[in-house]
């Protein structure tokens, strides 16, 4: 989706990996595009990747997928964030609705505990995508930023970035538009 009103020259590709829900890279992109008014590129599912399954958790080490993400091209995308359907986790956690390196190129979120539900996976693709731009965590409880624990707490976050995030956030836009 190109987005001919943005103000920015960012480009955000939006991969789903391994069986993903057809509406859900579409529902994501959707959000980027409507409410950060940035360009997204919606790519072909890519493989999901056997090297981080973990046998012991039956889980995906998020961080593994992510680093080589990091080493791919993706079309010159600025930022990417993947979409996958299985269960993600993070060394101190039990799991994860998404995963970001702070400032980092490629962001995960996971639909497996989310009820397959395409708008909390949005919500968590803008809050990592936040991440991405260098933004943390957010103390304030209607702030897309704010860390969310379980569905209840995602589900209670309004579809917005307070002043302060808003705010950080065009910076970043600026600084990666250049
Ligand atoms: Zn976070
Ligand atoms: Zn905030």
Same mark, same amino acid.
């Given at each position: 989706?190109?987005?001919?009103?943005?103000?920015?020259?960012?480009?955000?590709?939006?991969?789903?990996?391994?069986?993903?829900?057809?509406?859900?890279?579409?529902?994501?992109?959707?959000?980027?595009?409507?409410?950060?008014?940035?360009?997204?590129?919606?790519?072909?599912?890519?493989?999901?990747?056997?090297?981080?399954?973990?046998?012991?958790?039956?889980?995906?080490?998020?961080?593994?997928?992510?680093?080589?993400?990091?080493?791919?091209?993706?079309?010159?995308?600025?930022?990417?964030?993947?979409?996958?359907?299985?269960?993600?986790?993070? !060394? @101190?956690?039990?799991?994860?609705?998404?995963? +970001?390196? *702070?400032?980092?190129?490629?962001?995960?979120? $996971? =639909?497996?505990?989310?009820?397959?539900?395409?708008?909390?996976?949005?919500?968590?693709?803008?809050?990592?995508?936040?991440?991405?731009?260098?933004?943390?965590?957010?103390?304030?409880?209607?702030?897309?930023?704010?860390?969310?624990?379980?569905?209840?707490?995602?589900?209670?976050? !309004? @579809?917005?970035?307070?002043?302060?995030?808003? +705010?950080? *956030?065009?910076?970043?836009?600026?600084?990666? $538009? =250049?």
């Amino acid at each position: 989706m190109k987005n001919e009103k943005s103000p920015y020259n960012i480009r955000i590709g939006v991969v789903p990996v391994g069986e993903v829900p057809e509406i859900a890279p579409k529902v994501v992109a959707a959000h980027f595009v409507g409410y950060l008014n940035l360009s997204t590129d919606i790519f072909p599912p890519l493989e999901l990747p056997g090297y981080a399954f973990d046998k012991r958790r039956s889980q995906y080490d998020a961080g593994l997928i992510i680093k080589s993400f990091e080493s791919m091209q993706f079309d010159n995308c600025d930022k990417v964030i993947g979409i996958l359907d299985v269960d993600l986790f993070v !060394p @101190l956690f039990t799991h994860v609705f998404g995963e +970001a390196r *702070l400032g980092g190129k490629c962001a995960l979120i $996971s =639909l497996f505990r989310m009820e397959k539900n395409p708008e909390r996976a949005a919500k968590t693709a803008l809050h990592e995508f936040g991440h991405l731009c260098d933004l943390q965590h957010c103390t304030d409880k209607n702030c897309l930023m704010h860390f969310s624990k379980g569905l209840e707490e995602l589900d209670s976050i !309004p @579809l917005c970035f307070c002043r302060y995030c808003s +705010a950080y *956030l065009r910076d970043a836009f600026c600084r990666l $538009s =250049l």
